[in-house]
């Protein structure tokens, strides 16, 4: 695991912009938080076919924990903050709270979804488990990197399903949009 610790983050660190969200994001010293999802598989995706490090990634997911306040205000706030420490910055960069998932993703997603306790629990449960996917900048610049499902499948180009919460079409409508960038992919069927 440490080789592929380390050849994770080469891949990332290709990435110009990434680092960036990371490096901002740090300095607004939310709780608990990971830069995470697409813009990072998708780097090292792009590093391993030979593509832009940048290529096809939609924009960069932050994920924090803040369980104090789980008003929409609150979420705001943060979300008004973020816009403020990424201006100037050329990429899409979406923040959310994780201690207010399960108020809200029954409407978006059609099932419920219990209260998270963490952020690492809220990555737990994306639709695939090489998504399963969180790096940080800790207050020593040394990098955080939560990887429960390992990285066999992130730079091997495999996508996994995880049946824990997300519903088989949320799977299958990012497996088809992914394989469209990334023909490279195998993608293995919802169980």
Same mark, same amino acid.
């Given at each position: ?66 369980? %104090? /306040? ?11 903050? $973020?816009? *403020? ?5 050329? =990429? ?59 990285? %066999? /499948? ?11 919460? $997300?519903? *088989? ?5 990012? =497996? ?16």
């Amino acid at each position: 695991m440490d080789e592929q610790l380390v050849a994770l983050k080469s891949a990332l660190s290709r990435n110009d912009v990434l680092l960036e969200v990371m490096s901002r994001t740090a300095s607004l010293e939310l709780p608990g938080w990971y830069v995470t999802a697409g813009c990072l598989f998708q780097t090292v995706w792009n590093v391993v076919t030979d593509r832009s490090p940048t290529s096809g990634i939609k924009d960069y997911d932050i994920f924090y924990f803040d369980s %104090s /306040d789980l008003s929409w205000d609150a979420e705001d706030e943060v979300i008004k903050a $973020a816009q *403020r420490a990424f201006t100037g910055l050329a =990429a899409d960069v979406e923040i959310r709270n994780e201690a207010r998932v399960h108020l809200w993703y029954e409407q978006k997603f059609g099932v419920p979804c219990p209260a998270y306790d963490s952020t690492e629990a809220a990555i737990d449960s994306f639709a695939a488990t090489t998504c399963c996917l969180g790096v940080r900048l800790e207050t020593d610049g040394r990098w955080r990197i939560y990887a429960p499902h390992g990285l %066999s /499948d992130v730079f091997g180009m495999v996508l996994r399903p995880n049946p824990v919460l $997300a519903p *088989r079409q949320v799977y299958e409508a990012k =497996a088809e949009r992914w394989l469209q960038q990334w023909p490279e992919l195998t993608v293995l069927p919802w169980p």
